[in-house]
């Protein structure tokens, strides 16, 4: 059987399971929503038939005679125009009296009235519900389906205190029959619904069986192509690499995979390119790496579904052509986003390149293990950068993942500076700073792991080294407690993304102004999004200062 065939076989199935399960899922899902609807409406109710009647009208209760025929007739009244416009079949007050429930005050319907069949006070309730005992015993309100002599009914049986010690049960009735009409109305909005999923999943089967297989083919020509061109990939066929690797199956994992192996190829060939430049002091050459290495950070921003979710900022703007400074960020899944930023020893191609090497490495097994630790994350490219580092290099690096349905950032940190945190009210905190080595300098390193809720309205600052250590013409050092003040002195609450990095940045340029810039300066601010706010989430492209200025 051909592979298109079993895919078609495996849709029809999946979405016969898929239907069936969607009918009975949304039909009791639509069920016990129409029942606690009817359950508010019933307590509701309750509470409105005590407003009808004044605090001594069931205190005084203690006989037959108690209430008067014309004041229990004037009751019912009340109580039949608010049934009849509330849609309830009965509104009704019990009472025990002597072991015995006996009606106090009763709706009737228009045809008791017509009749003269209407309930009169005192009347025993000799086919009460047991729930009804239970609520005058333990006091607890009940909501029960049941038939009586006046019919079927969802109702409610709430107790009331009369202030002397005594109980009295007021209760409210909708017709199961009604209900039941509209479960049957439900239950088949819920089989037209599953029909249509499994004719959507039919429909699906046919169109795409062939697109599942033709990535495959498109896979296999392209690295037949690389190998002829010696590894170099054209636009267009780079783009196809790319749009494969955001697939969720084996072709996106053979994509990504393809995508790291040209990665490295393509690090070790700017490696290469950089030292031509270094000998040739061309300027060109490293105007090519800085290109690329600014292509290997994030373009594109994050999709609908997160920014409707969260603000995310970021920007690196390196001293030299090329930096050390990286940041990275990507959904692991469709809740989970993970965020790293870090800072290289050194500047120039060196420190460029090893930027590299790193985001590659933190990318590769960010994505292929879905970072469930970041801690573990950070222990496997350290192993990693230390035992390939002739160079002795190193890398700080602060590495999470957020939750953004729960606002959970789960951190580790490897040396670098501990962002901030500014809250929806304005207060600015310092997030707990981590013990940690750098990557790249001691193998098989344990790094600490620990958590931070993040509210709706929060934003977190993620920073290098040079934004805190950007000198003015005195050499005085910008400094943590300078930035702290210049996230106070924002004036919007809550702070978004773009407004606390524009600040930020402002605010460093300012301070620094007419001073060459000494260190690759980087900063990532993320937040999650308050409900009903509608900012936009822009990723900013980084960028090198020349080296004249």
Known sequence: MKFTRRLRLLFLALGAVISIAFTIGAYQSLRFALLAGADEQLRAAAYAVDELFSDDYHRAISGPASVSPERF??????????????????????????????????????????????????????????????????????????????????????????????RYLIGADLSLDSLHAELRELLWLSLAIG?????LTLILSELGSRPLVRPLLDLTGLTSRLAESNFQIDHIDGQSLRTMSERRDEVGTLAQAQMEMLSRLQAFLVELEREVAKREHTEGELAVARAIQLGMLPQL????????RCHLEAEMIAAREVGGDLYDYFMLDERRLFIAIGDVAGKGPGAALFMAVTLTLIKAHAQHSGCESPAALLERVNDELERDNPQQLFVTMIAGVLDLDTGVLVYADAGHDAPLIVRAGGLIEDVEKLPGMALG????????????????????????????????????????????????????????AQEALDSILAAVQQFAAGQDQADDITLLVVGRREPGSDCESVNRQAHALPTDQ
Not at 195 to 199: A, D, E
Not at 301 to 308: C, V
Not at 469 to 475: G, S, T, V
């Open 301 to 308: 921003g994050l999709d609908e579904r997160a920014r409707r």
């Open 441 to 496: 300098v001691w193998p098989s390193f344990q790094f600490a792991e620990a958590r931070l809720q993040l509210e709706p309205g929060d934003v977190l600052v993620f920073f290098t080294d040079g934004v805190t250590e950007a000198m003015d013409a005195n050499e005085a050092l910008f400094s943590r407690d300078r930035l702290k003040r210049t996230l106070a002195e924002i004036k919007s609450r809550p702070t978004n």
């Open 195 to 199: 029909g249509g999923v499994f004719l």
């Open 73 to 166: 007739l004037e009751g019912m009244r009340r109580l039949s125009r608010y049934a009849d416009r509330a849609g309830f079949a009965y509104v009704y007050t019990y009472m025990r009296v002597d072991g015995q429930v006996v009606t106090t005050a009763t709706s009737a319907t228009p045809e008791e009235w017509r009749d003269g069949t209407q309930d009169v006070f005192f009347n025993l309730y000799d086919t009460a519900p047991p729930e009804v005992d239970l609520s005058f015993d333990d006091g607890q309100t009940r909501f029960l389906s049941y038939t009586d002599g006046y019919g079927a009914f969802r109702s409610i049986f709430m107790p009331m205190d009369t202030g002397d010690g005594r």
